[in-house]
């Protein structure tokens, strides 16, 4: 009973206290966040390509590579290998044909279509000799690999919109309509793999997923789409490898 009292008397001293202030300040603040992986040992980062499919619109492999490697030169402490990409595909399919004792084809991109034509590539992540071989050529760096899926996607669902309407006298409303209607748009899954260049061995890896839908008489380009959608997840790769601030505020009342 004594504690509720107290409660009580705590919470409208808080009350009276708010309404006595009549000034109040929002002070920015800055909250670090440490990063999910320790990259110290390293000085260097290669982000060696990706195995990629979905669409032909977008080359989710150069685009992901280029966008990657930009945003660490600017928010990474480590220095960004500059190379072409790295033959995954080729390297995955030789890995899949010695694993078969070379009786079967080597499949082709234009085949990954969805995540389980994906799968035998990912057998390549895996590959510790290749992967400790580039780590010498390329003095040891953190390598980032993975996959991209970048798929386009359609989807039936209900949509709220603002509405004129007039009544009898000609008075003005605007209501909101439900509307059952059409959606196209994309869908991007990216795995980022995380790989040790001194001993070839995976680190850590992060699958991603991210989907954007547009009404069906909008055109947007794929490659704009790719790029709405990377931006949502450049954070949180970001915050893998360093460490990163979230902005905010906080109301001082005087």
Known sequence: MTARLARTVSSAALVLLTAACTNYYEIPIETPIRPKLDVSAF????????????????????????????????????RVIDTDVLPLMDVANESNSQASGGSSPAPTQALIK???????????????????????????????TGTVMFTPHQRNSIVQREEEVYDSFGRRRVVPVRTYMERKGYILRPKFVFIDGRSGTVMHSENFREEILYNANQTTPALSS??????????????????????????LLQ
């Open 43 to 78: 000085q260097r980062v290669l982000v060696a390509g990706f195995v990629s499919g979905g669409t032909d619109d977008v080359d989710a492999n150069l685009e992901t590579t280029r966008l990657l490697r930009s945003q660490l030169r600017t928010k990474s402490e480590l």
């Open 114 to 144: 969805d995540e389980k034509d994906l799968e035998p590539y990912e057998r390549v992540f895996a590959n510790v000799e290749y992967w400790k071989k580039v780590g010498e050529e390329y003095q040891q760096p953190l390598i980032v």
């Open 226 to 251: 790719y790029f709405e959608l990377m931006d949502r997840l450049i954070p949180s790769f970001l915050s893998t490898l360093s460490s990163q601030k979230i902005k905010g505020t906080r109301i």
